[in-house]
């Protein structure tokens, strides 16, 4: 019987524990910055609310996140189908709109499979609140949108499609479900774009895409759908880079479920401990 109720107890203690803790869609940080310091902002989407720094742009109108980009309550935030163009989840305030840097840990969750162009999904830099926020953007894109097979392609907003990579070839591909690292770096003159698998292998150091586009500074942030486009991607994670943003420290993605755990074992282990006690006072 003594048995059975500490059994209960403990399962009791450790939900108490982990339930108020909300586990993360996925543990990775090989990327370059983690651990480290930088001028940035980051955001794991682990919060109730979006962060008031976040303006979500439908159509070129500003309004408050959570229609276009939902909180998903599992640590992620959920870009959805659009009408319109450009939809996009922006980073507002003072920092410097001409050389940023963007990285995103993004899966696609739902591929339509026939947008011939609306579907489309990213990171994007540099986008000019006063051209209907316009900018450059990395995006996954489908067979026949510019390229081969689910491959990735850089855009400069309203203007033209540039280079894009090629899976038949050896090129960075996706499929639903996969989490990628997308990193996009604009300085004004010149995109870079790095895409790579989450997971235990570290960051490559070359670049995928190099695209001369000049002209476009402003926002950095994520980007959705065109007119019409019914993709839906989950993003886990985004770290901005730009001078004039405050000096953090990367932490990456955290492992509440992990730390929820081991509190409860600590929590376990303590009550076993003043059982004990209490019986040899006793």
Known sequence: MGIRRSFGVWMACLSCVLLPLSAPAVLFTNFSES?????????????????????????????????????????????????GDPNKLLLSGTYDALSQNVLALIRVVTD???????????????????????????????????????????????IVWGSATDPTTGGDSWTVGEWKWLRLVYDGYTAQARIWDAGATPEPTGWDLMWSQSGRYGLAGLVTNSIGGAGVFEVDYVLIQAQGLPLITVAGIPEPATGGLLLGLAAFA????????RRTRG
Do not use: K
Not at 57 to 76: D, N
Not at 270 to 276: D, I, P, S, V
């Open 35 to 83: 651990g480290s310091q930088v001028n940035g902002f980051q955001d794991d989407f682990d919060g109730a609310a979006f962060d008031p720094a976040w303006i979500e742009i439908r159509a070129g109108a500003a309004y408050t996140p959570g229609t276009l980009f939902s909180l998903t309550g599992a640590g992620a935030v959920q870009m959805n189908p659009a009408t």
């Open 270 to 277: 303590a009550m076993q401990r003043r059982r004990t006690t």
């Open 112 to 158: 339509p499979s026939g947008d011939t162009d609306a579907f489309r999904g990213g990171v994007t830099a540099g986008t000019v609140t006063g051209d209907s926020y316009r900018g450059i953007c990395l995006h996954h894109r489908e067979p026949g949108q510019g390229g081969n097979g689910n491959h990735f392609n850089l855009l400069n907003d309203g």
